[in-house]
């Protein structure tokens, strides 16, 4: 029987994050993936030789002494990742189809509240409450900076107020309400479930600066598995845990692979989907009680894709922008489940190499929700029905519509390539509902976060602490610092960090 | 009224963690006579939560409870404090 003191299970931004650390501390790791290749929704695809994003098109938090240069640093791959910022206010874009309006914004933080002043002069009062709100739940929020000897990220009121009742305490404006919302297409959750303070803490450093990396996700991944065969981490794909067995005093003896492999391990960290996590643990051993709390989850949204290239004479090849076009100012409205009209569409706008040659491409993603493809769940990826084809083809012609009406010189030179439905996502990425940002965030929400059920498994990913690359990661250097014992962790921290 | 939430609880623990009946005595020690470990406290607050319809936020009087009766005064605690 194999022997290791930790498993690290998915090999998504978190799994690479945590199963990195524990190699450099000397620790013998084993990552498994479900899927034939490492990466989760980091991963591209190449189609007609263009690559294409999955899950990462762009994060913020690459200006200036931030929590992710810090972690980059550490795990010493900051040199491999290149960040493209977005440095023109037109290339960071809000579109009101129906009211025909366009907000732009510069990077920074106080540059934004600035613009925002601009466009709404006569709500000077909510705009200054509204980023000092921001700034205020950002600092406080500890657990952002992998240098705090904090233990704990103690709760603030603002985790206890939804972002929808925050808003409209602040202004009646619904354009400025739905702008100050705009970055809930980076959480996953609804204006009325999420809390302010976990809004805030995603918002703030997309505000700061917005970046696409140079190839995309793909950089993540080739730096990280570069840096693990350094450090003696085993990598096995096509491999997950089918079974905890032979649990004694709350402990796991061993880990059953889906080959029949037992292993034995000190600690197993789950970085994938709590249901996920849950198809491992055997009904007899777990509690009720825990099986309730995954069960309550709920997925966040998730997203319908295009993969446009573009093409034009004389055109020049796109410069990195983000824009996102809303089909009118009531924010809450497009993002309830309920609703059947289109729903906010962005478009990220970038250049890639292909023999060469720099080609122009789009990605287009519309919010969706899962009850969309509910009805052909049961089929497998090149196997669905006509309806869903149908389903596909109606998508894409309508979200190149609303492309050209609201850029008309767009006409012609749209070429889409492929798409994907949250079905393709949850048959590629391995997740059960092929959501964007695993489970929704949802107020007085307990995340599976740390050592669950089992004396030797734990929880880490996006799913745990926050949504996106950011949150992902900082849920697995959290991790790491319970695992080596906080005095280890901080001194290897601050060794990291001086290199 | 304490009763009532007496009984609530003690149904939290007979469904949730399929403790027996007769064991759910206000002076039973949470974790020694009940055998439930630490890494059951989040799931008893979110079953308790759910239950009493409250808002429990990592509070420091949660390290202080040990017996059914601590757990009843907590709960009595936060509705109070919830009617204000």
Known sequence: ?499 | MSDQIETMINEVFEESFEIEKDQLKPEANIFEDLGLDSLDVVDLVVALQKKFKVEIRTDERIKEIRTLKDLCEFIKDLQAEGSH
Request: with cysteine.
């Open chain 1, 1 to 499: 029987m194999e022997i290791y003191d930790d498993i690290v299970v998915g090999s998504g931004i978190s799994g690479l994050t945590t199963a990195l650390i524990l190699g450099m501390n000397q620790r013998k790791v084993l990552l498994i993936e479900k899927a034939p290749k490492i990466g989760g929704s980091l991963s591209r695809f190449y189609k007609k030789g263009i690559p294409f994003d999955t899950g990462f098109h762009f994060s913020g938090g690459f200006s200036k002494d931030t929590v992710l240069l810090d972690m980059l640093s550490v795990l010493s791959i900051k040199d491999d990742i290149h960040p493209e910022f977005i440095s023109k206010p037109e290339n960071n874009r809000f579109l009101f189809e129906n009211q025909k309006k366009s907000f732009m914004f510069s990077p920074g933080f106080d540059q934004n509240m600035k613009e925002m002043l601009s466009y709404f002069p006569n709500e000077e009062k909510a705009i200054l409450a509204y980023f000092s709100k921001v700034k205020d739940v950002r600092e406080k929020t500890t657990a952002m900076n992998i240098r705090s000897e904090v233990e704990m990220q103690k709760s603030l009121d603002e985790d206890f107020i939804s972002l929808k009742n925050m808003l409209d305490s602040l202004t009646k404006d619904k354009t400025l309400k739905t702008l100050f919302g705009a970055f809930s297409m980076c959480h996953g959750t609804e204006p009325s479930q999420i809390s302010f303070a976990n809004h805030a803490r995603v918002s703030y450093s997309i505000y700061e600066s917005i970046a696409r990396v140079k190839n995309g996700g793909h950089s993540f991944i080739k730096a990280l598995i570069k840096k693990l065969k350094k450090y003696d981490v085993k990598i096995k794909t096509n491999t997950f845990i089918s079974s905890c067995e032979n649990i004694e005093k709350r402990r796991v003896g061993t880990f059953v692979l889906n080959n029949g492999e037992s292993i034995k391990a000190e600690n197993c960290i789950f970085t994938i989907h709590p249901e996920e996590i849950l198809k491992t643990f055997k009904e007899e051993n777990t509690s009720k009680a825990f099986a309730d709390r995954v069960n309550s989850f709920e997925e966040s949204f998730g997203l319908f894709l295009c993969f446009i290239k573009f093409s034009k004479k004389g055109h020049q090849p796109f410069d990195p922008a983000i824009i996102t076009l809303y089909p009118d100012n009531d924010m809450n409205k497009f993002f309830d489940p309920e609703y059947k009209g289109d729903r906010p569409l962005v478009l990220v706008q970038n250049s890639e190499e292909v023999k060469k040659e720099k080609v122009s491409v789009i990605n287009a993603f519309e919010l969706t929700y899962w009850d969309e493809v509910k009805q052909w769940a049961d089929s497998k990826t090149g196997k669905r029905s006509k309806d869903y084809e149908i389903y596909k083809q109606n998508k894409t012609n309508r979200i190149c519509e609303r492309i050209i009406k609201s850029f008309p010189e767009y006409k012609d030179c749209i070429e889409v390539i492929d798409s994907a439905s949250m079905l393709t996502f949850r048959d590629y990425l391995n997740s059960p509902y092929g959501s964007a940002y695993g489970i929704k965030q949802k107020i007085g929400q307990f995340n599976l976060f740390g050592r669950i059920q089992y004396k030797n498994t734990f929880a880490a990913g996006q799913s745990a602490i926050l949504p996106g690359v950011l949150g992902a990661m900082v849920s697995g250097f959290t991790i790491c610092r319970y695992l080596l014992s906080k005095d280890v962790y901080a001194k290897f921290i601050k060794k990291e960090l001086e290199e």
